[in-house]
């Protein structure tokens, strides 16, 4: 696989993860248990906002600079809802003192319709994202192998781009060289 196929997979995984986030979103404002570990409240600690940090805002050096700017501000929307959400359902304080006496903690009614127009909410800013990441798609499919090349994973890949680099070059750039 070159750089430009597996910079297309992780965006796809990254892509995927954020649709199942946002199901796994759906599945808890119906009434499902959804353990907290798998809707964390960070955008950072999500898959797709590892990918989008670690290696997506890479390409705004790139033609992307635009829709990747576009993409964190709903991205940061979205977590703003979604932060009301989870207080509803993940409220530690609430939950502290029944847990303690073996009672699960249940939002009240009101709380669950807050929840649901929470979620339509996160909804509406999902679509717009969707549209947003469509046009990312197109425009890494429309990049080149060389630019795609040039984006890294992470520093232990940079690091060894950088090593072979000088290797490949003949040159060693360390503190005897001449």
């Known amino acids: 696989m070159n750089a430009k196929e ?3 997979a992780r965006f796809y995984d990254a892509r995927t993860a954020h649709f199942k986030w946002l199901n796994n979103v759906k599945l808890l404002v119906s009434g499902f248990e959804i353990d907290r570990e798998i809707l964390p409240p960070i ?26 700017g576009e993409l964190e501000e709903i991205l940061e929307s979205m977590f703003g809802v979604f932060s ?8 530690f304080k609430k939950s502290r003192m029944k847990t303690f006496l073996g009672i699960r903690n249940v939002p009240t009614r009101y709380e669950k319709e807050m929840a649901a127009r929470h979620y339509e909410e996160l909804v509406a800013l999902s679509d717009t994202f969707k549209k947003r990441l469509q046009l990312l798609e197109s425009q890494l499919l429309a990049m080149s192998e060389e ?12 690091v060894q781009k950088v090593v072979s680099q000088d290797t490949i070059e003949g040159h060693y750039h360390g503190p005897r060289s001449h």
């Open 6 to 8: 597996k910079n297309i």
């Open 84 to 91: 009301k959400i989870y207080v509803i359902y993940y409220n």
């Open 43 to 68: 955008i950072q600690d999500t898959d797709f906002g590892k990918w989008f940090y670690k290696e997506g805002l890479q390409f705004s050096h790139f033609y992307s600079k635009n829709v990747l």
């Open 147 to 158: 630019k795609h090349a040039m984006i890294h994973r992470d520093e232990e890949e940079l």
